[in-house]
């Protein structure tokens, strides 16, 4: 079946270190992958995805690159703010039939949190 | 704001009732997904429809059921409540199958107690 493994958090940082959060899948076919990131009491925001290989997805400073040959979606972002403190889904998505997607499958979710 | 709405917000009622959460996609939308957060399982996947017909079923329990309206909505009806029912529950739309990504709404935090 398909699965998504993250680092295990927490992990703190201190405002402006450099962050990375490492994500690796296991799918059958070629899926897409994201990142989705809860902040406080909210819902889950879509923060970047890649649909094929090599692709880089980037978004608010954050960026990943759907890496096949290591099954790999690393998470990373030069300067964290205090303001990035949430926690950080990796995900995957795996064509049902023909073009139609279906479920997403999460990761376990990885708590950031950055001090000043 | 992702444009999918969820009412109610918050919810508590006790075991063995009946409550139905609420589901109103991104304007557009065909596609809609429930999945359920909770702190030992983590985000599961519990069902899919599209343009009003059921699509797939993941880790749904007996007990819930779902359905989506002609005006695209969609409703999750949890019965015979457990304490281990106690949950965030989000909704996620999608423009049509052929789309892979999928807008969350804000969720339904559902304690029974």
């Known amino acids: 079946g398909n699965s998504v493994t993250q680092m295990e958090g927490p992990v703190t940082l201190s405002e402006e270190a450099f962050l990375t959060i490492n994500c690796t899948y296991t799918?059958?076919?070629?899926?897409?992958l994201f990142w989705y990131v809860q902040y406080p009491g909210e819902g889950l925001q879509l923060l970047l995805k890649?649909?094929?290989?090599?692709d880089k997805g980037s978004n608010k400073g954050f960026e990943a690159t759907y890496r096949k040959e290591t099954t790999s979606f690393h998470l990373e972002k030069g300067s964290v703010q205090v303001s990035d403190s949430a926690v950080y889904f990796c995900?995957?998505?795996?064509?049902?039939?023909?073009?139609?997607?279906?479920?997403?499958?999460f990761g376990q979710g990885t708590i950031l949190t950055v001090h000043p | 704001d992702s444009g999918v709405t969820q009412t109610p917000k918050h919810l508590i009622t006790a075991t063995g009732q009946r409550v139905t959460l609420r589901c109103s996609p991104r304007?557009?939308?065909?596609?809609v997904y429930w999945y359920q957060q909770s702190l030992d399982q983590g985000l599961q996947f519990l069902i899919q429809?599209?343009?009003?017909?059921?699509?797939a079923k993941g880790n749904i329990l007996e007990r819930f059921s779902a359905q989506q309206f002609p005006d695209l909505h969609s409703e999750l009806n949890l019965s015979s409540l457990e304490l281990g029912d106690s949950a965030l529950y989000f909704c996620?739309?999608?423009?049509?199958?052929?789309?892979?990504?999928?807008?969350f709404g804000p969720g339904t935090r559902l304690t029974v107690l």
């Open positions: 996620a739309s999608s423009a049509d199958s052929s789309t892979d990504t999928q807008y």
């Open positions: 799918a059958t076919g070629y899926p897409s």
């Open positions: 890649a649909t094929k290989a090599d």
């Open positions: 995900a995957l998505s795996v064509p049902a039939g023909g073009t139609s997607y279906g479920k997403l499958t």
């Open positions: 304007s557009g939308d065909l596609s």
């Open positions: 429809y599209y343009n009003g017909e059921e699509r």
